[in-house]
Antibody, heavy 122, light 113 residues
Framework: QVKLVQSGAEVKEPGASVKVSCKASGFTFTHYGFNWVRQAPGQGLEWMGWISAYNGHTNYAAKLQGRVTVTTDASTNTAHIEVRSLTSDDTAVYFC???????????????WGQGTLVTVSS | DIVMTQSPDSVAVSLGERATINCRSSQNILSSSSGKNYLAWYRQKPGQPPELLIYWASTRQSGVPDRFSGSGSGTDFALTISSLQPEDVAVYYCQQAYTTPLTFGGGTRVEIK
């Protein structure tokens, strides 16, 4: 069955970087794109960016451009997101989510990871 | 960016009764080329990731119970739960899938009266 399993919780100091991973199984990894969505405590959902596992093309939310990088590793069926120059505003649960239709990316998401809590605190 | 506005912020409904959530987009999300409204609905239970209920405004995702239905076109949309069940206690989000950045509504909390 389709699974997206994310790495564990992280605590970082302001100004540091964090890298969260999302390991996929149960489907052909390179046929899909992967989105990253975050949710601050008690808040709504914010789309951060997307990557095609087929060709590595990316698309980022403008407000995060330059501070976020999404990558994939087809040898391990894993997607990653790195966020740099962390501030307290980056404290959130980070989710990876698969495009529902691989050939029509960045639309809606049919499978989600369990979420990774990133806490930024001194 | 397209702004998605949901109403109400919260709603309390008796078990077995109907719940309706509204969602408005700040611009048209009906594609003239495909004829599809790029609007999705998700349910997020406490402590869990969101789960896809509806896409293209009215198409139920595989495995989603038929008590969930979506309607609307252009800029105004609705999600209806025809007969509320205990497992439907959650926060519901709409999301426009028309253009990047993809954006979500602020969420509507559904509770049992």
């Amino acid at each position: 069955q389709v699974k997206l399993v994310q790495s564990g919780a992280e605590v970082k100091e302001p100004g540091a970087s964090v890298k969260v991973s999302c390991k996929a199984s149960g489907f052909t990894f390179t046929h899909y794109g992967f989105n990253w969505v975050r949710q601050a405590p008690g808040q709504g959902l914010e789309w951060m960016g997307w990557i095609s596992a087929y060709n590595g093309h990316t698309n980022y939310a403008a407000k995060l451009q330059g501070r976020v990088t999404v990558t994939t590793d087809a040898s391990t069926n894993t997607a990653h997101i790195e966020v740099r120059s962390l501030t307290s505003d980056d404290t959130a649960v980070y989710f990876c989510a698969r495009d529902r239709v691989g050939v029509n990316p960045m639309k809606d998401f049919d499978y989600w990871g369990q979420g990774t809590l990133v806490t930024v605190s001194s | 960016d397209i702004v998605m506005t949901q109403s109400p912020d919260s709603v309390a409904v008796s078990l077995g009764e109907r719940a309706t959530i509204n969602c408005r987009s700040s611009q048209n999300i009906l594609s003239s080329s495909s004829g599809k409204n790029y609007l999705a609905w998700y349910r997020q239970k406490p402590g869990q990731p969101p789960e896809l209920l509806i896409y293209w405004a009215s198409t139920r995702q595989s495995g989603v119970p038929d008590r969930f239905s979506g309607s609307g076109s252009g800029t105004d949309f609705a999600l209806t739960i025809s007969s509320l069940q205990p497992e439907d206690v959650a926060v519901y989000y709409c999301q426009q899938a028309y253009t990047t950045p993809l954006t979500f509504g602020g969420g509507t909390r559904v509770e049992i009266k």
